[in-house]
Nanobody
Framework: HVQLVESGGGSVQAGGSLRLSCAAS????????IGWFRQAPGKEREGLAA????????YYADSMRDRFTISQASTNYTVYLQMNRLKPEDTAMYYC???????????????WGQGTQVTVS
């Protein structure tokens, strides 16, 4: 069963932190990479970070490297995005995705979750 479920979004004040979770089925987790993306209303979908499910390789968008950290749980097919020092411009729908890409480009990902909303004020 191919499935990705995001959680952990919400409304926070500027300067705060959130940790997003992406829970994957075992089948979906067999894809080589899990990535995090976001899309604000009227804007293009933006890649944030990606991690190789077998371990080792991590990719970040340059603009995200100083505040966002991607990681994965060791035992439960879950990938996290830790977001610190949040800003109003971080407000968006956040998605996780699975696919073949060793990159943060959305075209490298085939399976997508439904998203979790992050609002920063």
């Amino acid at each position: 069963h191919v499935q990705l479920v995001e959680s952990g979004g919400g409304s926070v004040q500027a300067g705060g932190s959130l940790r997003l979770s992406c829970a994957a089925s075992r089948h979906t987790y067999n894809n080589k990479y899990i990535g995090w993306f976001r899309q604000a209303p009227g804007k293009e979908r933006e890649g944030l970070a990606a991690i190789a499910t077998a371990g080792g390789s991590i990719y970040y968008a340059d603009s995200m490297r100083d505040r966002f950290t991607i990681s994965q749980a060791s035992t439960n097919y879950t990938v996290y995005l830790q977001m610190n020092r949040l800003k109003p411009e971080d407000t968006a729908m956040y998605y996780c995705a699975a696919g073949y890409g060793g990159s943060v480009h959305p075209d490298a990902y085939n399976y997508w979750g439904q998203g979790t909303q992050v609002t920063v004020s």
